[in-house]
């Protein structure tokens, strides 16, 4: 069983940059897809960028798409999501998961880390 713990949260003016880290421990990071999921004020939790066990099939929600990039480092058993040009509308708390399923569907990562707010002014 994989424990997740995000960082790298904080408050950007818009058009500015924040990357977001998630260390994982207790299990082998390498077998789990992993994703990155959000969560604003008063709406469902949604899926934002996922990556496959090895790096190299990556999925982005369109809303995100040119602008943030994830990517992991299975040697240091952490994920990481770059986000660039952010917009107030990203303002949300940010949530690392993983699933031990080949998948993209949020009903289907098993471990959650605690959540990060990343929080973009205008």
């Known amino acids: 069983q994989v424990q997740l713990v995000e960082s790298g949260g904080g408050l950007v003016q818009a058009g500015g940059s924040l990357r977001l880290s998630c260390a994982a421990s207790g299990g082998t990071f390498s077998n789990y897809y992993v994703g990155w999921f959000r969560q604003a004020p008063g709406k469902e939790r949604e899926f934002v960028a996922g990556l496959n066990w090895n790096g190299f099939a990556t999925s982005y929600a369109d809303s995100v798409k040119g602008r943030f990039t994830i990517s992991r480092a299975n040697t240091k058993n952490t994920m990481y999501l770059q986000m660039n040009s952010l917009k107030p509308e990203d303002t949300a708390v940010y949530y690392c998961?993983?699933?031990?399923?080949?998948?993209?569907?949020?009903?289907?990562?098993?471990?959650w880390g605690q959540g990060t707010q990343a929080t973009v002014s205008s």
């Open positions: 998961a993983a699933s031990r399923k080949a998948t993209w569907n949020i009903q289907e990562y098993d471990y």
